[in-house]
C-alpha cells in the first residue's frame, strides 16, 4: 500500500506516521522525524530521500529498538548521481553514462553492505555508518 501526498501539503502527524507500511521514504525539505514522530512511525524500513532526515540521528537508536530499519540519508540519497546525469546532458562533464554506469553500482553496494553489516552486528545502521567514518554515535 502506497500513501501519496501532494507536494507542499501538510498531513497531520498521526495521519501519515501511523499509516501502516513496509517502506516509509521521508522526501521532504525539512527534518521530519523528531521526538515527537518516532514513536508513531510503523514502517518496517525508512529509506531517506531528502539529506536532513530527523532532528537528531540517535533517534535512529530509538527506532531499531522498535525493530525499524533506517537508511541513513548520506548512504541513500543519490543526489550525486543524479546530478552527473543532468551535467552530462548540459554537457558540463564528458561521458555520463559511463560514470552513471559505473555509480549505480557503487551506490547500490554501499546501502547493501551498510545493511548487510548493520544485521550482522544487530545494530542501527546509522551506528555502521558512524563507525565507517570514525565518529562516535
Request: proline share 7%; glycine share 6%; hydrophobic share 45%.
Amino acid at each position: 500500500r502506497m500513501l501519496r501526498i501532494p507536494p507542499n501539503h501538510n498531513i497531520a502527524s498521526d495521519t501519515a506516521w501511523c499509516t501502516t507500511a513496509e517502506v516509509l521514504v521521508p522526501c521532504a525539505i525539512h527534518p521530519i522525524i523528531d521526538t515527537e514522530t518516532v514513536d508513531h512511525i510503523n514502517a518496517r524500513l525508512i529509506i531517506a530521500g531528502q539529506n536532513a532526515l530527523m532532528t537528531d540521528d540517535h533517534l535512529a537508536l530509538r527506532l531499531h529498538e522498535r525493530g525499524i530499519w533506517c537508511l541513513p540519508p548520506f548512504v541513500t540519497n543519490g543526489m550525486g548521481i543524479i546530478m552527473i546525469v543532468n551535467e552530462g546532458r548540459r554537457g558540463y562533464i564528458d561521458n555520463p553514462d559511463a560514470i552513471f554506469d559505473t555509480e549505480i553500482p557503487n551506490f547500490i553496494a554501499r546501502i547493501k553492505n551498510v545493511v548487510i553489516e548493520a544485521r550482522k552486528r544487530n545494530v542501527s545502521p546509522y551506528c555502521v555508518v558512524y563507525d565507517k567514518i570514525g565518529v562516535p554515535f
